[in-house]
């Protein structure tokens, strides 16, 4: 039987753009997991972009773009959806977006993907920015697509 390590290894060598291009995806990827967390149990504020002041759906996503990547997104979620490349639910890798229907509009809510049908993101009065289950019934039936940012278009 083959090590899964070795077989990687002859896979993608260390040197390949393959290799380096994943390693770049997961560092990328845990960079924006990691920041997002940091601001669990700030308050939310509509129109806030401030840890002090509060925060809503966007304004999180924008601030944690910024902080994890030097990301500059627009500031509405709906104008988010319109930034980088549409992908699958199926495909949803830790660092995409995902946007909901939340206010009877399309994508009137934004959170950042973290793996295993988790999302985090800044809920709305009176909540606080939280982890949620993408798996409940509420967020099912409300999801409307899911974007990857790519850092060439954010800066």
């Known amino acids: 039987m083959i090590n899964a390590s070795i077989a990687a290894d002859t896979t993608f060598p260390e040197s390949s753009t393959a290799y380096l291009k994943l390693q770049e995806l997961k560092q990328r990827a845990s960079d924006l997991t990691v920041k997002a967390m940091d601001f669990i149990g700030i308050h939310y504020k509509r129109g806030g972009n401030t840890p002090e002041n509060g925060l809503d759906c966007s304004g999180f996503v924008r601030l944690v773009f910024k902080d994890a990547l030097g990301a500059e997104l627009p500031r509405t ?53 939280r982890i ?22 954010a800066k």
């Open 77 to 129: 979620s709906a104008e988010i959806s319109r930034v980088g490349e549409k992908i699958e639910q199926k495909d949803l890798q830790p660092g995409d977006l995902v946007f909901y229907n939340t206010l009877r509009r399309g994508f009137s809510h934004v959170g950042i993907y973290l793996g295993d049908n988790k999302f985090i993101h800044s809920p709305s009065a009176g909540g606080q920015v």
């Open 132 to 153: 949620e289950s993408m798996d409940l019934a509420y967020w099912k039936k409300r999801f409307n697509g899911a974007r990857r940012i790519n850092e060439d278009e």
